[in-house]
C-alpha cells in the first residue's frame, strides 16, 4: 500500500516555473519508483518523469528533459517535480504515482495513483 497527495498545481505565464509536490507514505514505499504522469484534455496519459527512492536515479520524457527536475525529500517524505520554462502545452492534470516493478518505470503501468494536481500554462 502506497498513498499519494500532489500538491502546487496552479497557473503560470509561458516560461514561468511551478513545483508540484507529492507526499508519500506507506509500510515500504521506499521500495518504490515514484513517477509523474500527466494527461491534457482528449489525450492519453503520459509519463514525465521517475526516480527510484532507494537511490536517487532518475528518469524523463525527451518532451521535458531540460526544463522538468524530478528530486525526493527523504527527511520529508515528498517527490518534487520543479517546472522550468514552461510552455502552453505543458498544460495538463499532473499525477503522482507509485510502482515496484522497474521494467514499467517509463510506463503508464504504475500501481498507485494520487489524485491530480492542475496546471495550466497561458501564453
Known amino acids: 500500500q502506497v498513498q499519494l497527495v500532489e500538491s502546487g498545481g496552479g497557473l503560470v505565464q509561458a516560461g514561468g516555473s511551478l513545483r508540484l509536490s507529492c507526499a508519500v507514505s506507506?509500510?515500504?514505499?521506499?521500495?518504490?519508483?515514484l513517477g509523474w504522469f500527466r494527461q491534457a484534455p482528449g489525450k492519453e496519459r503520459e509519463f514525465v518523469a521517475a526516480?527510484?527512492?532507494?537511490?536517487?536515479?532518475?528518469y524523463s520524457a525527451d518532451s521535458v528533459k531540460g526544463r522538468f527536475t524530478i528530486s525526493r525529500d527523504k527527511a520529508k517524505n515528498t517527490v518534487y517535480l520543479q517546472m522550468n520554462s514552461l510552455k502552453p502545452e505543458d498544460t495538463a492534470f499532473y499525477y503522482c504515482?507509485?510502482?515496484?516493478?522497474?521494467?514499467?518505470?517509463?510506463?503508464?503501468?504504475?500501481?498507485?495513483w494520487g489524485q491530480g494536481t492542475h496546471v495550466t500554462v497561458s501564453s
Open positions: 504515482a507509485a510502482t515496484d516493478n522497474i521494467v514499467v518505470i517509463t510506463t503508464t503501468k504504475y500501481d498507485y
Open positions: 506507506g509500510p515500504t514505499f521506499r521500495r518504490y519508483a
Open positions: 526516480i527510484l527512492w532507494s537511490t536517487g536515479n532518475t
